[in-house]
C-alpha cells in the first residue's frame, strides 16, 4: 500500500515569492495534517482536514498560509508571500476515521517538503 | 513552557548498552502518549504507544506517570540501527476541537556506536 506521499521534496524560493506544497494521504484515509518543523524548534501542528472539511487550523502562523483540500482527497499549502521564517519541513500526515470520538488513529507521516526561503 | 519537554541529549552509548528517555508534559488532560523516531532527513515514525500499565515491545518499554506527567522510553540492548532522535508526542485533549492533534517534544538524539 502506497503511504503518505509529498511534493516537491525540496523548494528553494526568494522572499515574496509563492510556493505550493502537495500532500496526498494514504488512500481511504480521512483525516489530513500538515506540521511544520522550523530550524532548531520542535514539530508543530498547522491543521487539520476532515475530508474536505477544516477541523482545526489554530497552528497556522498567519494569513499568508492557505491550505485546501478540494474534494477531500490531496491537499495543498500554499506560502503567499514567503518569508525568510517560513523555511523549514512541511510534513503531511494522513489517519483513518476513528471508530468512536475520542479514539486515537495512527497518524502515518509524508517524507516532507524542505522548504528554504532565501 | 513547552507542552512537551524532552532532554535533548545527544546521548551517545555503546551497542549493548541501556538507554533510558525521558519526558514530561504539561496539559493534565492529555489522553494518549507515543514515541516516534525520527531517522536524519526522514519523517516521524511510531515507534509505540504509551500506556499507563506500561508497555514493552522487544527491546523497547514504555513508561506513563500520570501523576506526573512523565513518560519514558527505555532500550536494552542498544543496536547501531537504533541510532535516531527519538520524539515524545502527546494526543492533545479530546473534543477541544482538535483532539487528534499530535505535540511534539524537540527530541532526544540517540547515537550508538561500535
Known amino acids: 500500500e502506497a503511504g503518505v506521499t509529498q511534493f516537491p521534496s525540496h523548494s528553494v524560493i526568494e522572499k515574496g515569492q509563492t510556493v505550493t506544497l502537495r500532500c496526498d494521504p494514504i488512500?481511504?484515509?480521512?483525516?489530513l495534517y500538515w506540521y511544520r518543523r522550523v530550524m532548531g524548534k520542535e514539530i508543530k501542528f498547522l491543521l487539520h482536514f476532515v475530508k474536505e472539511s477544516k477541523q482545526d487550523e489554530s497552528g497556522m502562523p498567519n494569513n499568508r498560509f492557505l491550505a485546501e483540500r478540494t474534494g477531500g482527497t490531496y491537499s495543498t499549502l500554499k506560502v503567499q508571500p514567503a518569508e525568510l521564517e517560513d523555511s523549514g519541513v512541511y510534513f503531511c500526515?494522513?489517519?483513518?476515521?476513528?471508530?468512536?470520538?475520542?479514539?486515537?488513529?495512527?497518524?502515518?507521516f509524508g517524507p516532507g517538503t524542505r522548504l528554504t526561503v532565501l | 513552557r513547552k507542552e512537551v519537554e524532552q532532554d535533548p541529549g545527544p546521548f551517545n552509548v555503546p551497542e549493548g548498552a541501556t538507554v533510558a528517555f525521558n519526558c514530561t508534559y504539561s496539559?493534565?488532560?492529555?489522553?494518549?502518549f507515543f514515541w516516534y523516531r525520527q531517522d536524519c532527513r526522514k519523517e516521524p515514525k511510531l515507534l509505540m504507544s504509551v500506556y499507563s500499565s506500561g508497555n514493552e515491545d522487544g527491546r523497547f518499554t514504555a513508561q506513563l506517570n500520570r501523576a506526573s506527567q512523565y513518560i519514558s522510553l527505555l532500550i536494552r540492548d542498544s543496536k547501531l540501527s537504533d541510532s535516531a532522535t527519538y520524539l515524545c508526542v502527546v494526543n492533545s485533549a479530546p473534543f477541544s476541537g482538535g483532539y487528534n492533534k499530535l505535540i511534539f517534544g524537540a527530541g532526544t538524539r540517540l547515537a550508538v556506536h561500535p
Open positions: 488512500s481511504g484515509h480521512d483525516n
Open positions: 496539559n493534565s488532560a492529555s489522553q494518549s
Open positions: 500526515a494522513s489517519s483513518q476515521e476513528p471508530p468512536l470520538a475520542g479514539v486515537w488513529n495512527e497518524q502515518f
